[in-house]
C-alpha cells in the first residue's frame, strides 16, 4: 500500500492520547483547560485526517492494483490527485513510444468544466518535445523538466516563477479568464526500473473559501505516494494489454500462415471464425428455446474465436502435395498427361500395324473391300481408346464416386499393352490404378490419413502453449472439430458426451464453409441447396447437432453468411 501500517497505528494512538488528556484536565483553570482543547483538537484532528488520508490511499492502491484498463487508470490518478489536494485542475502527460516526447492525456479545470482526454474530449495539443532542435533537452517546459530530472517541482505562483517558459499557461488563462497560480508537477516513476513514465500537473490548491493556495509539503508526499503506485499499475497494465497484443498476433500470423500455405484453402480459417461468432453471437440473444439460457461473455466469446483461428494449426506440418492435390493423379505434376502420351503411343502402334497389314494386303491383290474393313476396324478402335482416356481424364478430376463398375473397368483398361522405349508394359502403372481407383475425393486412404492427421497435430500443438486461465479451453473446443457426435469422428473418436457446445459450433463452421468454398482444387463451391442436403445426412447420420443446425437456419445465419461469402450463382435457397 501507499503507507504502512504503523503510520496508522500512529495516528490512532495521537487520537486516543489526546482522548485521555481530555479526562486529565478537567481539576485545571479555564484558560488552562481552553488552551489544552485547542492542541488536543488540533491533534485529533490531524490524527483524523491523517487517518482519512490513508484509509483513501489504501483502496486507490487496491484500485489501482485491480485496474487493467489505462484509460480508466489515468482518470483514477488524476482525480484522486484533485482530490488529495483540493486542487481545481490538472494536467496528466504519458511519455511516447520513443521516449522523445511528452503526450497530453487528461486535461481538467472544474471551475471552467474542461475534461478533456480519456473517457472525456479528444486532445488535439501538440505534444511536448523532450529534446529541443539542437539536441539538448528542453527544460524551458516545466512538465518536461520533470520528466527529465525526476523531481517534483512546487510553484506559490507560475506568473512569477524564472527559468520556465508559461506561454501557453498565459495564453490559456487570457482565452479563457483563468487564473493559473498554484502548480504541483510529479513526476510518475516506474519503481520497478525507475523510469518516468509520465507527469502529473496539478494546478490551483484550494482552501475551504475556493481561493486558490499553494500546494503543501503533505501534498508533495501524498501526490507522490499516488503516482508511484500509479506508475507501477500503468506499467503493469500496459504489461498486460503488450502481452495479448502479442498473443492476438501470434495466433493470426499462425492462422496466416495455414491459410497461406495452400493458395486453395486461403480464408478458410477466417471464414470458419466469421462464422462460428456470427453462430455465438445468435446464441447470446436468442430468448427462447433450447438456447435460451447461453450468455457468453466477452472472454468466452473470444475463446470462441481464437479456437476458430486455431482449429487447423496442426496443416503446417501437412505435406503441400497432399493439401494441394487437385486431381488423382497430380504428384508434382497432374500424371493424366502421362497416360494420355501413353495412349497416343498406343494409338500409333495400332496404325503402324494397319498400315503394314495394309500394304501386304495392296502387294497381294486384295480387293479395296477388304482393305476397307481393316481401316473400319482401326477406326473403331481408336474411337473405343479415345472414349477410355475420356473415362480416365473424368475419373481423375473426382467429382463423382466411383462404382464398382468404374474400378472395374478401369482394372480391365490397364491390362492393354504399351510398347515404350522398346519394352512392353501395361498401359496404367501399378500407382496410376490405385490413384484411379480412389472412390471419393482426390486422396488416397494413405493420403486422406495423412490430410486428417493435422488434427491430432493440432490437439497436441495447443495443448502444448500455455494457454491464459480464460482461454485454457482453446485446445478442446479447437481439437473436437473433426470429432462426430456418433463417435466416428477423428482424432479421438469422441462422442456427443464429450463434445461441448462451443465444439459443436466449430465444427458446423467447419464443414459449412468447407461444403460451400468456391476455392477447392478439386470441386466447385456446392450451392445452398446442395450444401444443406448433405448436412441433413450427416444429422441422421449422427455426425452434426440437429438442434444447433435448426438453430442456424431459423435464424438465418446461413443467408447471412451466403451474403457474404458465396458467389451469387451458389445462394439458391
Known amino acids: 500500500m501507499f503507507i504502512n501500517s504503523n503510520s496508522k497505528e500512529i495516528n490512532n494512538l495521537l487520537i ?113 518535445p523532450i529534446y529541443l532542435e539542437d539536441g539538448s533537452y528542453n527544460h524551458q ?55 518516468v513514465i509520465g ?57 496466416f500462415a495455414v491459410d497461406q500455405k495452400s493458395p486453395y484453402t486461403g480464408g478458410h480459417v477466417e471464414k470458419v471464425a466469421i462464422l462460428s461468432l456470427m453462430i455465438a453471437d445468435a446464441l447470446n440473444r436468442t430468448a ?26 496442426g496443416k503446417i506440418t501437412t505435406p503441400q502435395h497432399v ?8 504428384t508434382v505434376y497432374d500424371r493424366v498427361n502421362a497416360i494420355r502420351i501413353k495412349f497416343e503411343l498406343f494409338k500409333r502402334d495400332l496404325e503402324i500395324e494397319m498400315l503394314h497389314k495394309k500394304i501386304k494386303l495392296i502387294e497381294s491383290g486384295t480387293s479395296s473391300d477388304e482393305i476397307k474393313l481393316v481401316e473400319d476396324a482401326l477406326e473403331k478402335e481408336i474411337d473405343i481408346l479415345d472414349e477410355e482416356i ?72 495447443l495443448d502444448a502453449l500455455p494457454f491464459p486461465k480464460h482461454l485454457k479451453r482453446v485446445p478442446g473446443i479447437a481439437g473436437g472439430h473433426h470429432e462426430k457426435l456418433n463417435g466416428k469422428g477423428y482424432p479421438k473418436g469422441l462422442t456427443s458426451d464429450d463434445l461441448s457446445l462451443e465444439s459443436r459450433i466449430l465444427a458446423l463452421a467447419d464443414i459449412f464453409e468447407a461444403l460451400s468454398a468456391s476455392d477447392r482444387p478439386y470441386k466447385d463451391g456446392k450451392k445452398m441447396s446442395e450444401v444443406m442436403k448433405i448436412i441433413s445426412f450427416m444429422i441422421k447420420d449422427g455426425e452434426l447437432d440437429g438442434d444447433l443446425v435448426q438453430f442456424f437456419y431459423d435464424e438465418n445465419l446461413h443467408i447471412k453468411y451466403a451474403e457474404q461469402c458465396f458467389k451469387p450463382e451458389q445462394i439458391d435457397v
Not at 228 to 254: V, Y
Not at 445 to 461: F, G, K, P, Q, T
Open 16 to 128: 486516543s492520547v489526546a482522548d485521555k488528556i481530555q479526562k486529565l484536565s478537567a481539576d485545571l483553570d479555564d484558560n488552562k483547560i481552553a488552551s489544552i482543547n485547542l492542541i488536543l483538537e488540533t491533534i485529533k484532528t490531524f490524527g483524523e485526517k491523517k487517518t482519512e488520508q490513508i484509509s483513501h490511499l489504501n483502496e486507490i492502491g487496491a484500485a489501482l492494483s485491480t485496474e487493467t484498463e489505462v484509460d480508466n487508470l489515468l482518470d483514477m490518478i488524476i482525480s484522486k490527485g484533485k482530490l488529495f489536494t483540493n486542487a481545481d485542475g490538472g494536467t496528466l502527460y504519458m511519455m511516447s513510444e520513443d521516449e522523445k516526447s511528452l503526450l497530453f492525456r487528461i486535461v481538467e479545470t472544474d471551475s471552467l468544466g474542461i475534461k478533456m482526454g480519456a473517457n472525456g474530449e479528444k486532445i488535439s495539443w501538440s505534444p511536448l
Open 141 to 195: 517546459m516545466v512538465a518536461v523538466h520533470c520528466a527529465i530530472e525526476s523531481k517534483i517541482i512546487n510553484f506559490e505562483d507560475v506568473y512569477n516563477c524564472e527559468g520556465f517558459n508559461f506561454e501557453g499557461t498565459k495564453k490559456f488563462d487570457a482565452s479563457t479568464g483563468f487564473r493559473s497560480q498554484s502548480m504541483l508537477v510529479v513526476p510518475m516513476i516506474n519503481n520497478n526500473n525507475k523510469d
Open 199 to 255: 507527469v502529473l500537473q496539478l494546478l490551483n490548491a484550494r482552501n475551504s473559501d475556493g481561493d486558490a493556495i499553494g500546494f503543501t509539503k503533505e501534498d508533495e508526499k501524498l501526490v507522490m505516494s499516488l503516482t508511484s503506485q500509479a506508475a507501477i499499475a500503468i506499467t503493469n497494465a500496459k504489461m498486460i494489454h503488450d502481452l495479448k497484443e502479442l498473443l492476438e498476433s501470434f495466433i493470426k500470423s499462425i492462422a
Open 288 to 313: 427462447s428455446g433450447k438456447y435460451a439460457d447461453i450468455k457468453y461473455t466477452e472472454d468466452e466469446l473470444d475463446e470462441i474465436r481464437i479456437s476458430a483461428l486455431m482449429h487447423d494449426v
Open 323 to 330: 493439401m494441394d492435390k487437385a486431381t488423382k493423379l497430380e
Open 390 to 461: 475420356y473415362f480416365l481424364v473424368v475419373s481423375n478430376v473426382g467429382g463423382e464416386f466411383m462404382t464398382n463398375e468404374h474400378i472395374k473397368r478401369i482394372e480391365e483398361i490397364a491390362q492393354r499393352k504399351v510398347k515404350i522405349n522398346g519394352m512392353e508394359q501395361n498401359i496404367l502403372s501399378d500407382f496410376e490404378v490405385h490413384n484411379l481407383c480412389i472412390r471419393k475425393g482426390t486422396l488416397t486412404d494413405e493420403e486422406l490419413a495423412v490430410m486428417r492427421d493435422h488434427a491430432r497435430v493440432s490437439n497436441e500443438m
